[in-house]
């Protein structure tokens, strides 16, 4: 399986910013999920958002709920992340990633083998 993000950059306070995920996979992957989590400096690693290919079912992380948006093409195996009213506390590597839904819900650093994972994409928010 591989994974390609794309989509970060910079963006002032309370702008927007779409990252995208493209699963490549021969086989399809509607039993899975397709999502992000991000990583900022000094801490860990937690779960942003994660979408079931199959039934567009998600998973949203309780400090973007309301400002962030995942979908995903179901066709081309690909899940997109709306990101609005960003601030300076989204600044963050966001990583793409695939897995079970359930994984993101009961997430944490010592699970990150249950996931296949793609490059990081930096995203960064100016006060």
């Known amino acids: 399986v591989q994974l390609q993000a794309s989509g970060g950059g910079l963006v002032q306070s309370g702008g927007s910013l779409r990252l995208t995920c493209a699963v490549h996979?021969?086989?399809?992957?509607?039993?899975?999920?397709v999502g992000w989590f991000r990583q900022a400096p000094g801490k860990e690693r937690e779960a942003v958002a994660g979408?079931?290919?199959?039934?567009?079912?998600?998973y949203y992380g309780d400090s973007v709920k309301g400002r962030f948006t995942i979908s995903r093409d179901r066709a081309k195996q690909t899940a997109f992340l709306q990101m609005n009213n960003l601030n300076p506390e989204d600044t963050a590597v966001y990583y793409c990633?695939?897995?079970?839904?359930?994984?993101?819900?009961?997430?944490?650093?010592?699970?990150?083998?249950?996931?296949?994972w793609g490059q990081g994409t930096l995203v960064t928010v100016s006060s």
């Open positions: 996979q021969s086989t399809p992957i509607d039993h899975y999920a």
């Open positions: 990633a695939t897995g079970f839904l359930a994984a993101w819900k009961n997430y944490s650093p010592k699970n990150n083998n249950e996931f296949f």
């Open positions: 979408i079931m290919v199959s039934d567009g079912r998600t």
